[in-house]
T-cell receptor, first 110, second 111 residues
Framework: ETGVTQSPTHLIKTRGQQVTLRCSSQ?????VSWYQQALGQGPQFIFQ???????GRGNFPPRFSGLQFPNYSSELNVNALELDDSALYLC?????????FGPGTRLLVL | GNSVTQMEGPVTLSEEAFLTINCTYT??????LFWYVQYPGEGLQLLLK?????DKGSNKGFEATYRKETTSFHLEKGSVQVSDSAVYFC??????????FGAGTTVTVRA
């Protein structure tokens, strides 16, 4: 039990739509990161937030955006969905040295 | 840039066999190293970590030693169980605290 929860667990969208994924972490976890895990691959870093400011971004286009809130929750927003966005999206929170992952949201884009 | 290369799978073992999963890394700084495990249908769980050279991380019978001279962090377990069947990911975190993962190694343990 990592104390990190994500919602929803599964989601189906169509190409061109927008989606918001949510993550809730434990009190004291001042860092939250989002990762995309395509089927059969390792997770790829999307971006990280530290104390509500973006603190690094991976090789993802601007249509991937995020927010971190003072209550230790965060959001990942993806606009103009593409078929290749189908993946497991993982939220990780913790200290800057150690991150704990939530169970993920599986997104299918049709 | 940072990267992690780990042994390709799948790996199939009998119960009580010895498990080794090789992991090597490339990093510009002095990274922390991690092993994460992903059970079927679940997210990632931190298995163990090491933050500096020669540190040994251990948990649930698994061990890995941070070897700076060979840039490696191989995962070992002396006697696996069926419940160890999962996908194992080696990862590193540098000064920017983002995790770079290997491609994962699927391990299946047969009774």
């Amino acid at each position: 039990e990592t104390g990190v929860t994500q919602s929803p667990t599964h989601l189906i969208k169509t190409r061109g739509q927008q989606v918001t994924l949510r993550c809730s972490s434990q009190s004291g976890h001042n860092t939250v990161s989002w990762y995309q895990q395509a089927l059969g691959q390792g997770p790829q870093f999307i971006f990280q937030y530290y104390r509500e400011e973006e603190n690094g971004r991976g090789n993802f286009p601007p249509r991937f955006s995020g927010l971190q809130f003072p209550n230790y929750s965060s959001e990942l927003n993806v606009n103009a969905l593409e078929l290749d966005d189908s993946a497991l999206y993982l939220c990780a929170s913790g200290t800057q040295e150690t991150q704990y992952f939530g169970p993920g949201t599986r997104l299918l884009v049709l | 840039g940072n990267s992690v290369t780990q042994m390709e799978g799948p790996v199939t073992l009998s119960e009580e066999a010895f498990l080794t999963i090789n992991c090597t890394y490339t990093a510009t700084g002095y990274p922390s190293l991690f092993w994460y495990v992903q059970y079927p249908g679940e997210g990632l769980q931190l298995l163990l970590k090491a933050t500096k050279a020669d540190d040994k991380g251990s948990n649930k019978g698994f061990e890995a030693t941070y070897r700076k001279e060979t840039t490696s962090f191989h995962l070992e377990k002396g006697s696996v169980q069926v419940s160890d069947s999962a996908v194992y990911f080696c990862a590193l975190s540098d000064s920017d605290y983002k995790l770079s993962f290997g491609a994962g190694t699927t391990v299946t343990v047969r009774a």
